[in-house]
């Protein structure tokens, strides 16, 4: 006979709990636009699927490309969409990309002040601290003193610049090619490639590509 009888009561299963405020107007405000026609029922669904298969991924092809083809660097550094798009990223907005190039003279950092716009077409979604206030309001103000706390040390000669997104223009960055990996493939050359380098608050880690 089985040890466990069921001669004693279970407690029943707790109820799910009811929608949050903001669960109850997307659906309400989806339901609306389909009503009005405005969007069809599968949009939503194919715009999140997008936005799932963007990562910091495509945007170090990318910054790899530009290494290894200096046309390409010259066309990125002037439109960045038309040459991301040349590598078949596709942009689901309105929004432009600028790419600012790293150089001996000069480190790019980027922010949103006012929220979190971001390149997400190139870099996916946008780390926590990109959004939180410390990082949009420190960065303007003391961006020497937020990049040390990434361990990103930028000599006093060399100049910060801050670039501030907005909801229609988002900027990338193009970090500097490691001495050393001259004879890197361009696959192995994107695979030192992090998000926050694109970002700007740290330098491309040469060591990260040795066994890539």
Request: with cysteine; aromatic share 6%; proline share 8%.
């Amino acid at each position: 006979m089985d040890d466990h009888d069921h001669s004693h009561p279970h407690p029943a299963a707790a109820d799910e709990a009811p929608p949050e405020y903001y669960e109850v107007m997307e659906t309400a405000i989806r339901e609306l636009l389909i009503e009005k026609k405005l969007i069809a029922p599968g949009e939503i669904r194919r715009q999140i699927e997008v936005l799932d298969s963007r990562t910091p991924a495509l945007g170090a092809k990318v910054v790899a490309r530009a290494w290894v083809d200096p046309g390409f660097r010259a066309r990125l550094l002037t439109n960045g969409r038309a040459a991301c798009e040349e590598l078949g990223i596709s942009f689901y907005d309105d929004t432009q990309l600028i790419v600012l190039e790293n150089s001996d003279k000069v480190h790019n950092l980027i922010v949103c002040t006012l929220c979190s716009c971001y390149p997400r077409p190139v870099l996916g979604l946008p780390p926590d601290w990109y959004k939180a206030k410390p990082y949009r309001a420190r960065a303007v103000r003391e961006p020497r003193t937020v990049l040390s706390e990434f361990g990103t040390e930028i000599p006093e000669d060399v100049e910060i610049r801050v670039s501030d997104s907005t909801a229609i223009q988002r900027y990338m960055v193009l970090p500097q090619r490691p001495t050393g990996s001259e004879d890197f493939t361009e696959e192995q050359l994107a695979a030192m490639v992090t998000r926050d380098a694109m970002i700007g608050v740290v330098k491309v880690n040469f060591e990260h590509g040795i066994n890539s």
